[in-house]
């Protein structure tokens, strides 16, 4: 079964941020990218502009002291510029640790990323991690 390019895309992405390859990540998205992040703590809202969605994901790895990890579990697509990922997250930040699942719903334009909103499992569990 062939993969569909807009799931191959949200994988590749998944592979550079797992590597760190922010340069590689930010070719995948569109200057005015946003990530929507849930809840209420210091990551939550609208980060607007590829440098601002990039500097979310370098603080992910700072906040954590690198332990933060995302397992992949699947990606879907709908063929008409929507994609779907669904994936565990685990970090951990001083005396606290993660374990949750998330989602992420992509919309993808002329092959790159321009709008990201994320789902977890246990919003108010997420928020106590991150705050």
Same mark, same amino acid.
């Given at each position: 079964?062939?993969?569909?390019?807009?799931?191959?895309?949200? /994988?590749? &992405?998944? =592979?550079?941020? #797992?590597?760190?390859?922010? +340069?590689?990540?930010?070719? $995948?998205?569109?200057?005015?990218?946003?990530?929507?992040?849930?809840?209420?703590?210091?990551?939550?809202?609208?980060?607007?502009?590829?440098?601002?969605?990039?500097?979310?994901?370098? /603080?992910? &790895?700072? =906040?954590?002291? #690198?332990?933060?990890?995302? +397992?992949?579990?699947?990606? $879907?697509?709908?063929?008409?510029?929507?994609?779907?990922?669904?994936?565990?997250?685990?970090?951990?930040?001083?005396?606290?640790?993660?374990?949750?699942?998330?989602?992420?719903?992509?919309?993808?334009?002329?092959?790159?990323?321009?709008?990201?909103?994320?789902?977890?499992?246990?919003?108010?569990?997420?928020?106590?991690?991150?705050?």
């Amino acid at each position: 079964m062939s993969q569909h390019p807009d799931c191959a895309l949200i /994988r590749r &992405g998944y =592979e550079a941020f #797992g590597k760190g390859d922010m +340069e590689a990540l930010g070719a $995948m998205m569109t200057a005015d990218v946003i990530h929507h992040v849930p809840g209420n703590n210091p990551l939550s809202g609208h980060h607007k502009g590829r440098e601002a969605v990039l500097d979310l994901y370098r /603080r992910l &790895g700072e =906040e954590t002291h #690198g332990t933060h990890q995302l +397992e992949l579990h699947s990606v $879907m697509a709908d063929g008409r510029g929507h994609a779907m990922s669904f994936h565990t997250q685990r970090a951990d930040r001083g005396d606290r640790g993660i374990e949750i699942r998330q989602g992420l719903f992509f919309t993808i334009v002329g092959g790159k990323i321009t709008d990201i909103d994320e789902c977890t499992e246990d919003i108010e569990e997420n928020d106590a991690f991150w705050r």
